[in-house]
């Protein structure tokens, strides 16, 4: 069963940039595509980032793309998440999981989550 650890949020002035990190457990990321979801007060879940397996492709959600880079480390098991120029609206909830097909919108394949790592944007 997969597991995540969700690590690297805070609290970041607009403009800034944060690093989120996700250490997995419990399946061989070789193998499987993955994906940053994010939740805000009040709002669903929605899929901002993803790679394929292979990191054959990536893809990104409209709100993000030019700003926020995923990669990933096999060989570690950990996913990242590079955000930068972070407006108030990214302020959310930032989640990992496995993804099915790289493309957005994005859905997760399994319904299992971490705690998530809280990303506030604010002067």
């Known amino acids: 069963q997969a597991r995540f650890v969700e690590s690297g949020g805070g609290l970041v002035q607009p403009g800034g940039s944060l690093r989120l990190s996700c250490a997995v457990s419990?399946?061989?990321?070789?193998?499987?595509?993955m994906g940053w979801f994010r939740q805000a007060p009040g709002k669903a879940r929605e899929g901002v980032a993803c790679?394929?397996?292979?990191?054959?492709?990536?893809d990104y959600a409209d709100s993000v793309k030019g700003r926020f880079t995923i990669s990933r480390d096999n060989a570690k098991n950990v996913v990242y998440l590079q955000m930068n120029n972070l407006k108030s609206e990214d302020t959310a909830v930032y989640y990992c999981?496995?993804?099915?097909?790289?493309?957005?919108?994005?859905?997760?394949?399994?319904?299992?989550w971490g705690q998530g790592t809280q990303v506030t944007v604010s002067s």
């Open positions: 419990g399946v061989t990321l070789d193998f499987y595509g």
């Open positions: 790679i394929s397996v292979r990191d054959i492709g990536t």
């Open positions: 999981a496995v993804s099915l097909a790289c493309l957005m919108p994005l859905e997760p394949m399994y319904d299992t």
